[in-house]
């Protein structure tokens, strides 16, 4: 069966620090790769998605940057976070025989004070 | 653009009853997904339940239903039997065909089961 994982779970950084959130896909092989960000008690906003290794497009402008260095592999990155920053990240995953539907990582809580 | 709205910020039910949660939706296209999420207080977003707009036989999960109404543009969720661990935020969600991975999400319903 089909997992994802995404880490850390939470972090507190400050205003001008670099920020690395790292998720991966296990049991499927070239899946659709997403970031979500979640503000407080609100639906989610796609940020980036991938269809393959290097090949990223991002839906909003902002701070943020994503990579996707291997098939299962997907992150999240800021050189300098700003308070804005803060809020839920989900990382998600589609593809192979589940066609169409999305499926969420447990998601990382980011505060920046 | 497409719009997805939920006209019920908080609903409760007590434990073995039914609810009903409300979505209702705005777009242009012909084909397209929709999905209820549940988000529990762990913050997972869950799939609960998906409906593909070209079938007209309404998707069912277990104790989960949906009532999809192309032509009113409306999808809402029915839960059966309610449990306590039902206890949650669902939001309803539309993706586009041509848009794939692109969920536009409603504001959400809090629902609590009591006991």
């Known amino acids: 069966s089909q997992t994802i994982h995404q880490w850390p779970a939470t972090l507190v950084q400050p205003v001008g620090s670099p920020l690395s959130l790292e998720c991966t896909v296990e049991?499927?092989?070239?899946?659709?790769l997403y970031w979500y960000r979640q503000a407080a008690g609100r639906g989610l906003q796609l940020l980036f998605y991938s269809i393959g290794i290097d090949q990223i497009s991002s839906e909003v402008p902002q701070n943020l940057s994503a990579s996707r260095p291997q098939d299962r592999q997907f992150i999240l990155s800021s050189k300098k976070l700003l308070l804005s920053d803060s809020g839920f990240y989900l990382c998600a995953w589609s593809g192979g025989a589940l066609g169409n539907t999305i499926y969420f990582g447990e998601g990382s809580w980011l505060t920046v004070v | 653009a497409q719009t997805v709205t939920q006209s019920q910020p908080e609903m409760s039910v007590q434990e073995a009853e039914t609810v009903t949660l409300s979505c209702t939706y705005d777009?242009?296209?012909?084909?397209?997904?929709l999905f209820w999420y549940k988000q529990p207080p762990s913050r997972q977003m869950i799939l609960v339940i998906r409906q593909e707009a070209y079938k007209q036989q309404n998707a069912t999960e277990n104790r989960f239903s949906v009532n999809f109404q192309k032509a009113a543009k409306s999808f809402s969720l029915k839960i059966s039997d309610s449990q306590l661990g039902d206890t949650a935020m669902y939001f309803c969600a539309f993706m586009s065909s041509s848009n794939t991975g692109k969920l536009i999400f409603g504001q959400g319903t809090t629902l609590q089961v009591k006991p």
């Open positions: 777009t242009s296209e012909s084909n397209y997904y």
């Open positions: 049991g499927t092989s070239n899946p659709n």
